[in-house]
């Protein structure tokens, strides 16, 4: 899949997306650069068909109608979940707890929802995400045109999710950074006091408890550090699978809310 990405995000030919014998070229070598460019998804007149380098009569026509998206994204997803199955049994050799991988799930679903349960929901792998940053944004743009997502309650929950992922690793960090327990000179870095695989407390969990229940009130602060890291977790992946849902239910055309029926005709 890497392979055929880099080669084809340099110098694929332009591909025939829309099945209407307009090719658009995604590659750098056809005018693109890094921000612009991408691997185009298949044909529209492929739909949802599987189509691999033995079913085109060329490999001319192949380009054409854009394999080599098909080519990538499958090869990439049997990758991520071979590598999410790797994870879990690592985990399960070494005698510990199964949340690494559940956690891995949550990208391994939001990625197979824009690459394989989105195109086969509207029924052509044109509708995928594109391979590159500006496709992106048009897949996003587009996207919102025809399901309205941002209404979408389980996109609001994937924008909790993430930016609520981010305040709490924010907050976290900075509260455990501010409470280190200091085994240095005030000359060397505070990183030095710390040795791998010591026994002792690194910082003063009850100095940031007392700060933070401070500054919000007192049952907003974790006093459990196994829960306060169960939760950093969760509140993300949570997030994520319920965007992943959201997409995977727009894709049959379940869209996000709207308020026409209350609109009135004058």
């Not at 399960?92 to 199964?98: A, H, K, N, Q, T």
């Not at 005030?186 to 933070?212: C, D, L, P, R």
């Amino acid at each position: 899949a890497t392979s055929c990405y880099i080669i084809a995000f340099i110098a694929a030919p332009p591909v025939d997306i829309d099945g209407i014998r307009e090719p658009v070229a995604g590659s750098l070598l056809y005018g693109n650069n890094i921000i612009s460019g991408a691997v185009i998804p298949s044909s529209n007149a492929i739909g949802i068909h599987f189509y691999p380098i033995w079913e085109a009569a060329s490999v001319e026509e192949w380009l054409y109608n854009g394999g080599p998206y098909q080519l990538i994204v499958f090869h990439f997803l049997l990758g991520v979940a071979s590598y999410m199955g790797r994870e879990w049994e690592l985990s399960y050799r070494l005698g510990m707890r199964p949340w690494i991988f559940v956690a891995f799930s949550a990208p391994v679903a939001a990625a197979s929802a824009v690459f394989l349960v989105y195109p086969i929901g509207q029924g052509s792998f044109s509708d995928g995400m594109p391979l590159g940053i500006s496709g992106t944004f048009n897949f996003m743009i587009v996207f919102q045109a025809e399901h309205n997502i941002l209404m979408h309650p389980f996109h609001m929950a994937g924008v909790a999710g993430v930016f609520g992922g981010s305040l709490f690793s924010a907050m976290h960090g900075s509260l455990v950074t501010s409470s280190l327990i200091r085994e240095t000179s005030e000359n060397e870095s505070v990183n030095y006091g710390y040795k791998f695989g010591q026994e002792e407390e690194t910082y003063n969990i009850v100095a940031a408890h007392g700060y933070f229940g401070r500054l919000i009130f007192q049952y907003a602060s974790f006093n459990n550090s196994r829960a306060l890291h169960f939760f950093l977790a969760a509140w993300p992946v949570v997030g994520i699978w319920l965007t992943a849902l959201g997409i995977s239910t727009m894709a049959f055309n379940l869209n996000g809310f709207n308020f026409n029926q209350s609109v009135v005709d004058s």
